[in-house]
């Protein structure tokens, strides 16, 4: 009686553990623990989801899903450039100013450069030509660089503006008076020209000053 007894415990604790084991399984398979698929050569294939947001495959093959903010980010970039917004008038104005100060500097420096070498009528038409092209708010700037850059050796480039009555008067007497500062060489070549030009806004100075030093032509005396 006491074997059939035992016997009979024996089984119900096997029983036990054999439920337990059964609960243990169904639980951890409900809870989305990774099961065996032999469908590729009885390999075990896994996911697991990286850092950056991607699922990469456990087995070293490629991710099967990608981040959508890394999506968009990657279809952003591969996107063609948006074009530039077209530029004001004001800009465009501005720009083609800019052009032109630039032209008459870089003629200043050029013969402020340059050595020797007479200055011709070609040379003074197209430093004149330039510097009536220079803006009306950049002239003042550009001619006094001009005035200090440009040599006596080249003086004639500065004579070209001041022979010309076309440019406001302004600017002829700060070339004139420029000349006035320079070797008597330079005076001698330049103020008898103006002398012959009444019309010329600096004529009565230039007439003044070539009486005092006594070099007034002969003939203007007699008169």
Not at 116 to 131: I, R, S
Not at 180 to 188: A, G, H, Q, T, W
């Amino acid at each position: 009686m006491n074997v059939r007894i035992r016997k009979i415990v024996v089984l119900v604790a096997v029983a036990a553990v054999a439920l337990v084991a059964i609960v243990a399984i169904l639980r951890l398979g409900s809870d989305g623990a990774p099961t065996a698929s032999e469908g590729d050569s009885g390999r075990v294939s896994a996911t697991s989801a990286s850092g950056d947001g991607k699922i990469r495959a456990a087995d070293g093959g490629k991710a099967s899903v990608e981040n959508s903010d890394t999506d968009s980010e990657t279809a952003e970039a591969s996107s063609p450039d948006e074009a530039e917004e077209p530029k004001t008038a004001e800009e465009l104005q501005e720009e083609e100013e800019e052009k032109k100060v630039e032209a008459f500097d870089s003629l200043t420096d050029k013969w402020m450069e340059k050595s020797g070498g007479e200055v011709t009528m070609k040379d003074m038409d197209d430093f004149v030509a330039a510097f009536k092209s220079v803006p009306k708010a950049r002239k003042d700037e550009c001619l006094h660089r001009a005035l200090n850059l440009v040599s006596d050796d080249h003086v004639l480039l500065l004579a070209g503006i001041l022979f010309d009555k076309s440019i406001d008067k302004e600017y002829l007497e700060l070339v004139f008076n420029d000349v006035l500062n320079r070797d008597e060489e330079v005076k001698k070549l330049i103020l008898p020209k103006i002398f012959k030009d009444k019309d010329h806004p600096c004529w009565a100075d230039t007439a003044w000053i070539l009486d005092v030093t006594g070099e007034l032509p002969q003939k203007e005396e007699s008169e």
